[in-house]
Antibody
Framework: EVQLMQSGAEVKKPGDSLKISCKGS????????IGWVRQMPGKGLEWMGI????????RYSPSFQGQVTFSVDKSISTAYLHWSSLKASDTAMFYC???????????WGQGTMVTVSS | DIQMTQSPSSLSASVGDRVTITCRAS??????LNWYQQKPGKAPKLLIS???TLQSGVPSRFSGTGSGTDFSLTIASLQPEDFATYYC?????????FGQGTKLEIK
């Protein structure tokens, strides 16, 4: 079964760093880009950007450029979303998704809830 | 960046109704328009890609039309499990923006 499994919920303080993960299984991880999507509480979906697990090429939305970092460890079929200094406004659910034809997100992770509060 | 505008933002309907949600792009995106369904507390689910291609396992009561800037998602006969929030997304160019969502509620 093709699936993406994300790491568990996190509760952090402003200024903390954080890396959440997204592990792919059931398919060739390096053959499909991975995308990240933010959903703030009660709000809609926001496209953050994408990463190519094969060569780590990234494309960030201008809204998220410089705010987060994408990375991968293809040896363990895992993509990461990293913050160096969290803000309260980073509180949200974050989804990873596998990208297929023309950047369509066909398989989604279950989501990781990040709560940033002092 | 391409802006995606969905209408309506919310919709009340009854089981058995036919409903249509529209999505407009701020510039032409050819056929590169996807529709997702999201239920509370769940990840989005891809329903339709490339404007009209129904994903495997998605009921045939769902259909998509459009090209260029104007697109629509139609549910032919609403079922109880269809009450959810629907999002369009353009995948013509990055950033692959989403519409603001349409919440479909039971009347």
């Amino acid at each position: 079964e093709v699936q993406l499994m994300q790491s568990g919920a996190e509760v952090k303080k402003p200024g903390d760093s954080l890396k959440i993960s997204c592990k792919g299984s059931g398919y060739s991880f390096t053959n499909y880009w991975i995308g990240w999507v933010r959903q703030m509480p009660g709000k809609g979906l926001e496209w953050m950007g994408i990463i190519n697990p094969g060569d780590s090429e990234t494309r960030y939305s201008p809204s998220f450029q410089g705010q987060v970092t994408f990375s991968v460890d293809k040896s363990i079929s895992t993509a990461y979303l990293h913050w160096s200094s969290l803000k309260a406004s980073d509180t949200a659910m974050f989804y990873c998704a596998r990208l297929t034809y023309q950047d369509t997100s066909d398989i989604w992770g279950q989501g990781t809830m990040v709560t940033v509060s002092s | 960046d391409i802006q995606m505008t969905q209408s309506p933002s919310s919709l009340s309907a009854s089981v058995g109704d036919r409903v249509t949600i529209t999505c407009r792009a701020s510039q032409s995106i050819s056929i590169y328009l996807n529709w997702y369904q999201q239920k509370p507390g769940k990840a989005p689910k891809l329903l339709i890609s490339a404007a009209t291609t129904l994903q495997s396992g998605v009921p045939s009561r769902f259909s998509g039309t459009g090209s260029g800037t104007d697109f629509s998602l139609t549910i032919a006969s609403l079922q109880p499990e269809d009450f959810a929030t629907y999002y369009c997304q353009q995948s013509y160019t990055t950033p692959c923006s989403f519409g603001q969502g349409t919440k479909l509620e039971i009347k």
